[in-house]
């Protein structure tokens, strides 16, 4: 009798993550010994063991859900196995060991649902989190996946498919969004000059640092994605799609070559879907990972063969995108959002959010804060709901300072905004903007100065030099603020930066030289005296900025608590330090080059950084 | 696999369905546990489970648990099963085979009516999560 049901009575689904945070942490090993186990207590006719996508909660991996109940076990490693299957699956008492304890709590919270990264999201796009295997199109279509598809190609017409997203009010989730609605609209309406048809384009160019939205829904829910993206073909007469995805992310390109071969395999993707005569078909371009081709046009010269490098707009990709044609280009999460909206209809999507962003926004939580992941949550969430009651605060006890939104295209928010509603337009009022969901958080040890001049390394490294307002301007905006970086800034280069920034939104080809000042007027804007401590002091208020440190010894501390243990002296590489074994060390000022590594060695505290 | 219609796309979901509903939460009806330490195993606990299992599967019952414990003590009464509907008192069941089995799924499980000739009694230690 077991045999027959061996694929499917069970009573017990235990659902492991394998996203890239938990399979980097050896997920696949835990599956494996999960396996291992139940086999060896027989339980392979009960228990079964499902890969799921990210779960959100990366902070806390390698993680396993066990359903029914939802129990939410965490930080597991291959050793906790055999004790975990003999206790809850072979004998039914859940290993509270195992379970995750909220910070400065003592009792573990067992069940997903009321744990409080969990509590306050909200999922659309990341609906199936956890709860499918992405690798196997069953349960996509039992968690009612190609449904919306299905809906679209059989009962709707492109003006109907259109009219519905127009009025849900999504707008693009790559960055700069645009009503996605209109932008169909503009090219349903246009007319290929060439006398091809018109193209469909995922991008998943994602370049962000810190941020990996659309990596896990790729990962975690690709089928969403292809479903979106077959009902946008339908609504705007689009025979052939193209999925842009990072060759660095394989686990990603791998789960949607497999979906898009499930999906062909059953006739949902390919020539006349599910009989209805429509067809469409995607192909998987892998980028090289520029970070520019991001930019639509970039990301079509790419796909086209062509250096990775934006063109003028007008004319929009609408008008005349891949090989001339035109071509509607959303984000991997708009297109995620897709189905939801025709399947739930466009009243029940903006019932969700504020007055001008509807629905959701996934976002990666990251820096210094205690719970790092993957969260979707609703429009008009305030920051403090986000770090303290999702994130659950700052780590260590220190200070939060600000949060840096919208990447390297992005600015930062100061502490005293922390109850700033999350929206397209509040964002961009603070300066600040949604661009793709990175959320960096840093605390008191950060020097705002230092922030701004990391992101401008990287939009400097990352412009591809076509227009001068960029490849000079990052270059000269980086070079001035190393000089501050270093204590050789003047007053003039804050007057030099201040009028350099908006001519270089201004005036640059494409978004990335036109966010790139961001990061600069931002950090300005709320932490001018931190720049100013830099130029007229020749102090970095957090001590990050090395060369305006001035590191002494506290003798005192050194000689009883240290015993002049001499560490310092020894990996002192300019033979700065004086002192010997059991006396008290100094430090001569005029040798020292300010490297630090004497504060970093000393196991005492008695280096002191002014 | 053949093309799918759009009638094939709504069979495979229900299909589908009936192997991942175990993870969509909801409300249930009731939970029944199965005693299987070594004794019961022995007494064939193992037969019980797949009895079990298999009548939620053919009748596609969706809101019933099914968990297993370790000996509930009373070894020699074994195969056990404790029911417990949902805001009831926990029912204990012995000396069962598979037939009772069925029988307590049809009558007690979905009926909501305690076979007293296969009952023990009344009542169960705790197989909850622990307090502490």
Same mark, same amino acid.
């Given at each position: 009798?077991?045999?027959?049901?061996?694929?499917?009575?069970?009573?017990?689904?235990?659902?492991?993550?394998?996203?890239?945070?938990?399979?980097?942490?050896?997920?696949?090993?835990?599956?494996?010994?999960?396996?291992?186990?139940?086999?060896?207590?027989?339980?392979?006719?009960?228990?079964?063991?499902?890969?799921?996508?990210?779960?959100?909660?990366?902070?806390?991996?390698?993680?396993?859900? @066990?359903?029914?109940?939802?129990?939410?076990?965490?930080?597991?490693?291959?050793?906790?196995?055999?004790?975990?299957?003999?206790?809850?699956?072979?004998?039914?008492?859940?290993?509270?060991?195992?379970?995750?304890?909220?910070?400065?709590?003592?009792?573990?919270?067992?069940?997903?649902?009321?744990?409080?990264?969990?509590?306050?999201?909200?999922?659309?796009?990341?609906?199936?989190?956890?709860?499918?295997?992405?690798?196997?199109?069953?349960?996509?279509?039992?968690?009612?996946?190609?449904?919306?598809?299905?809906?679209?190609?059989?009962?709707?017409?492109?003006?109907?498919?259109?009219?519905?997203?127009?009025?849900?009010?999504?707008?693009?989730?790559?960055?700069?969004?645009?009503?996605?609605?209109?932008?169909?609209?503009?090219?349903?309406?246009?007319?290929?000059?060439?006398?091809?048809?018109?193209?469909?384009?995922?991008?998943?160019?994602?370049?962000?640092?810190?941020?990996?939205?659309?990596?896990?829904?790729?990962?975690?829910?690709?089928?969403? @994605?292809?479903?979106?993206?077959?009902?946008?073909?339908?609504?705007?007469?689009?025979?052939?799609?193209?999925?842009?995805?990072?060759?660095?992310?394989?686990?990603?390109?791998?789960?949607?070559?497999?979906?898009?071969?499930?999906?062909?395999?059953?006739?949902?993707?390919?020539?006349?879907?599910?009989?209805?005569?429509?067809?469409?078909?995607?192909?998987?371009?892998?980028?090289?990972?520029?970070? @520019?081709?991001?930019?639509?046009?970039?990301?079509?010269?790419?796909?086209?063969?062509?250096?990775?490098?934006?063109?003028?707009?007008?004319?929009?990709?609408?008008?005349?995108?891949?090989?001339?044609?035109?071509?509607?280009?959303?984000?991997?999460?708009?297109?995620?959002?897709?189905?939801?909206?025709?399947?739930?209809?466009?009243?029940?999507?903006?019932?969700?959010?504020?007055?001008?962003?509807?629905?959701?926004?996934?976002?990666?939580?990251?820096?210094?804060?205690?719970?790092?992941?993957? =969260?979707?949550?609703?429009?008009?969430?305030?920051?403090?709901?986000?770090?303290?009651?999702?994130?659950?605060?700052?780590?260590?006890?220190?200070?939060?300072?600000? =949060?840096?939104?919208?990447?390297?295209?992005?600015?930062?928010?100061?502490?005293?905004?922390?109850?700033?509603?999350?929206?397209?337009?509040?964002?961009?009022?603070?300066?600040?903007?949604?661009?793709?969901?990175?959320?960096?958080?840093?605390?008191?040890?950060?020097?705002?100065?230092?922030?701004?001049?990391?992101?401008?390394?990287?939009?400097?490294?990352?412009?591809?030099?076509?227009?001068?307002?960029?490849?000079?301007?990052?270059?000269?905006?980086?070079?001035?603020?190393?000089?501050?970086?270093?204590?050789?800034?003047?007053?003039?280069?804050?007057?030099?930066?201040?009028?350099?920034?908006?001519?270089?939104?201004?005036?640059?080809?494409?978004?990335?030289?036109?966010?790139?000042?961001?990061?600069?007027?931002?950090?300005?804007?709320?932490?001018?005296?931190?720049?100013?401590?830099?130029?007229?002091?020749?102090?970095?208020?957090?001590?990050?900025?090395?060369?305006?440190?001035?590191?002494?010894?506290?003798?005192?501390?050194?000689?009883?608590?240290?015993?002049?243990?001499?560490?310092?002296?020894?990996?002192?590489?300019?033979?700065?330090?004086?002192?010997?074994?059991?006396?008290?060390?100094?430090?001569?000022?005029?040798?020292?080059?300010?490297?630090?590594?004497?504060?970093?060695?000393?196991?005492?505290?008695?280096?002191?950084?002014? | 696999?053949?093309?799918?219609?759009?009638?094939?796309?709504?069979?495979?979901?229900?299909?589908?369905?009936?192997?991942?509903?175990?993870?969509?939460?909801?409300?249930?009806?009731?939970?029944?546990?199965?005693?299987?330490?070594?004794?019961?195993?022995?007494?064939?606990?193992?037969?019980?489970?797949?009895?079990?299992?298999?009548?939620?599967?053919?009748?596609?019952?969706?809101?019933?648990?099914?968990?297993?414990?370790?000996?509930?003590?009373?070894?020699?009464?074994?195969?056990?099963?404790?029911?417990?509907?949902?805001?009831?008192?926990?029912?204990?069941?012995?000396?069962?085979?598979?037939?009772?089995?069925?029988?307590?799924?049809?009558?007690?499980?979905?009926?909501?009516?305690?076979?007293?000739?296969?009952?023990?009694?009344?009542?169960?230690?705790?197989?909850?999560?622990?307090?502490?």
């Amino acid at each position: 009798m077991p045999e027959k049901h061996a694929e499917t009575a069970h009573r017990l689904h235990l659902m492991v993550c394998a996203g890239t945070a938990c399979v980097s942490n050896h997920s696949f090993a835990i599956k494996d010994a999960l396996e291992k186990e139940i086999r060896k207590h027989g339980l392979e006719n009960e228990v079964l063991v499902v890969t799921t996508g990210c779960n959100g909660f990366c902070e806390r991996g390698p993680l396993l859900v @066990v359903q029914p109940g939802n129990i939410f076990y965490q930080q597991l490693t291959v050793k906790d196995i055999p004790h975990l299957v003999e206790e809850h699956f072979l004998k039914g008492r859940p290993v509270s060991r195992l379970m995750y304890t909220p910070p400065k709590e003592k009792k573990p919270v067992p069940v997903l649902s009321d744990i409080d990264f969990f509590k306050k999201q909200v999922l659309i796009a990341l609906r199936n989190r956890g709860l499918i295997d992405p690798e196997k199109i069953e349960e996509s279509i039992a968690r009612d996946g190609y449904k919306a598809m299905a809906k679209a190609l059989t009962e709707m017409t492109p003006a109907q498919i259109i009219m519905e997203i127009k009025q849900s009010g999504l707008r693009g989730r790559g960055g700069a969004g645009f009503p996605t609605g209109l932008k169909w609209e503009m090219v349903r309406n246009a007319v290929s000059t060439n006398g091809g048809g018109k193209y469909l384009i995922c991008n998943g160019d994602e370049g962000d640092p810190g941020a990996f939205m659309d990596r896990s829904i790729l990962e975690a829910d690709p089928h969403s @994605v292809i479903e979106g993206m077959v009902i946008g073909a339908k609504a705007v007469g689009a025979t052939e799609g193209v999925l842009y995805v990072r060759n660095e992310y394989p686990l990603a390109v791998k789960r949607l070559q497999i979906a898009l071969a499930q999906a062909r395999e059953y006739g949902l993707l390919g020539e006349d879907i599910l009989g209805t005569k429509f067809s469409f078909d995607i192909k998987v371009h892998r980028g090289a990972g520029a970070f @520019v081709c991001g930019e639509e046009t970039a990301l079509i010269a790419s796909i086209e063969g062509r250096l990775g490098e934006p063109r003028p707009r007008p004319p929009y990709p609408a008008q005349s995108g891949l090989y001339g044609r035109p071509t509607l280009i959303n984000n991997v999460e708009t297109w995620a959002n897709v189905p939801v909206i025709i399947d739930r209809g466009s009243s029940w999507f903006s019932s969700i959010g504020t007055e001008t962003s509807k629905g959701t926004k996934v976002f990666s939580l990251v820096g210094k804060i205690n719970n790092t992941g993957l =969260v979707e949550v609703p429009m008009g969430i305030t920051l403090r709901e986000i770090i303290y009651d999702i994130g659950g605060g700052i780590p260590g006890g220190k200070a939060f300072k600000a =949060v840096q939104t919208g990447g390297p295209s992005g600015g930062c928010i100061p502490a005293d905004m922390i109850d700033l509603p999350i929206d397209y337009e509040s964002l961009s009022q603070a300066g600040s903007m949604m661009g793709s969901g990175g959320m960096v958080v840093m605390d008191e040890d950060t020097c705002m100065v230092d922030v701004a001049r990391y992101f401008l390394s990287f939009t400097k490294d990352e412009s591809c030099g076509k227009c001068t307002p960029c490849r000079e301007g990052t270059k000269i905006m980086f070079d001035i603020l190393t000089r501050i970086c270093e204590g050789r800034g003047t007053e003039a280069d804050l007057e030099l930066l201040e009028s350099l920034a908006p001519s270089i939104k201004d005036s640059a080809l494409c978004g990335l030289g036109k966010t790139a000042p961001n990061p600069v007027l931002t950090t300005l804007r709320y932490f001018r005296s931190e720049y100013e401590a830099h130029i007229r002091d020749k102090k970095c208020p957090a001590h990050v900025c090395r060369q305006l440190n001035t590191y002494t010894i506290d003798e005192k501390i050194c000689l009883e608590a240290g015993h002049g243990c001499d560490v310092c002296r020894r990996n002192c590489a300019s033979d700065a330090i004086r002192g010997e074994k059991n006396t008290a060390h100094s430090i001569n000022q005029d040798k020292c080059i300010k490297c630090g590594v004497c504060l970093d060695v000393c196991k005492f505290h008695a280096v002191k950084v002014e | 696999m053949p093309k799918l219609t759009l009638e094939e796309l709504a069979k495979v979901r229900e299909q589908a369905r009936k192997k991942t509903h175990l993870r969509e939460g909801g409300e249930v009806r009731a939970k029944v546990t199965v005693h299987m330490g070594t004794c019961g195993i022995a007494a064939g606990a193992r037969t019980i489970m797949s009895t079990l299992l298999s009548e939620i599967e053919s009748r596609d019952v969706r809101d019933v648990q099914v968990t297993n414990s370790g000996c509930a003590g009373l070894c020699s009464r074994e195969p056990m099963i404790t029911v417990e509907l949902a805001g009831e008192a926990p029912v204990k069941y012995v000396d069962l085979n598979p037939d009772k089995m069925k029988t307590i799924f049809a009558e007690h499980v979905l009926g909501g009516k305690i076979v007293a000739k296969y009952a023990l009694g009344i009542g169960s230690e705790k197989t909850d999560f622990p307090k502490e």
